[in-house]
């Protein structure tokens, strides 16, 4: 994938990193498959330990996220991979060698994390109705809809009976990335990336500028509302 490929490139020879929190039940299995795939780039990835928050807090392993070029967090459960995260060492850590240069990526799960809210199953069973959680807050004022052309398209009344209807949703299709470069957002890869905001629908395809979204910010933790629900920032 020309994303992936741009990662490997980014991370220049420095160290890899697998961050697997959100693989509650199998981390193992989920390390083992990202390392098969980018071994057909030609990199080698190691993960670093933040199964747990014991991990999370880690001198060890905030001593290893110090040296690397590159942290990819993989897809799984999107609540876990908060709770673990926010507020760690390890976290703090991540922040800091991204603000120093590493590349910073997500898939699924891995993705919703790193915006100002996270979008949970609102009850078992269940998959379409959702509700918002803080979550690390590095995109402010934004909610991933991942797998946007299989699934993701369904949250969108339940996300914005919870946060708004002006809430900045971002939906994301399979295969495909937003790009944050060089100061500007660029859809990558074989899908397209759709800004959601109440009734308007703006698609990307491989290649746009993304016009819309809110610049990359480690500005700390999200801030909280009424009743400890989410308040909306506009970019």
């Keep these: 994938e020309p994303q992936d490929e741009l990662l490997r490139d980014a991370a220049r020879g420095r160290l890899a990193l697998i961050v697997a929190t959100a693989a509650a039940d199998h981390p193992e299995m989920a390390v083992a498959t990202a390392q098969r795939w980018f071994d057909t780039l030609g990199?080698?990835?190691?993960?670093?330990?933040?199964?747990?928050?014991?991990?999370?807090?880690?001198?060890?392993?905030?001593?290893?996220?110090?040296?690397?070029?590159?942290?990819?967090?993989?897809?799984?459960?999107?609540?876990?991979?908060v709770r673990v995260l926010r507020g760690s060492a390890v976290w703090a850590a991540i922040v800091a060698a991204w603000?120093?240069?590493?590349?910073?990526?997500?898939?699924?799960?891995?993705?919703?994390?790193?915006?100002?809210?996270?979008?949970?199953?609102?009850?078992?069973?269940?998959?379409?109705?959702?509700?918002?959680?803080a979550a690390l807050n590095l995109l402010p004022g934004t909610a991933?809809?991942?797998?946007?052309?299989?699934?993701?398209?369904?949250?969108?009344?339940?996300?914005?009976?919870?946060?708004?209807?002006?809430?900045?949703?971002?939906?994301?299709?399979?295969?495909?990335?937003?790009?944050?470069?060089?100061g500007t957002w660029t859809?990558?890869?074989?899908?397209?990336?759709?800004?959601?905001?109440?009734?308007?629908?703006?698609?990307?395809d491989s290649g746009d500028v993304i016009e819309g979204l809110p610049e990359p910010s480690a500005g700390g933790d999200p801030p909280l509302g009424h009743n400890g629900l989410p308040r909306t920032q506009h970019p």
């Design 144 to 182: 991933v809809l991942p797998h946007y052309d299989t699934f993701g398209e369904r949250w969108i009344p339940s996300a914005q009976e919870t946060l708004g209807a002006d809430a900045l949703l971002l939906g994301l299709d399979e295969r495909t990335a937003a790009v944050w470069r060089d």
């Design 43 to 81: 990199m080698r990835v190691v993960e670093l330990r933040a199964r747990n928050r014991g991990e999370a807090m880690s001198e060890v392993s905030v001593h290893q996220a110090a040296e690397a070029g590159l942290f990819y967090l993989v897809g799984g459960d999107p609540g876990r991979v």
């Design 187 to 204: 859809a990558m890869g074989d899908g397209a990336v759709t800004l959601v905001r109440a009734d308007d629908r703006r698609r990307f």
């Design 99 to 133: 603000e120093a240069g590493a590349a910073l990526a997500g898939s699924s799960a891995g993705a919703m994390a790193m915006c100002e809210w996270t979008l949970l199953r609102h009850a078992f069973p269940g998959h379409t109705r959702r509700r918002p959680d």
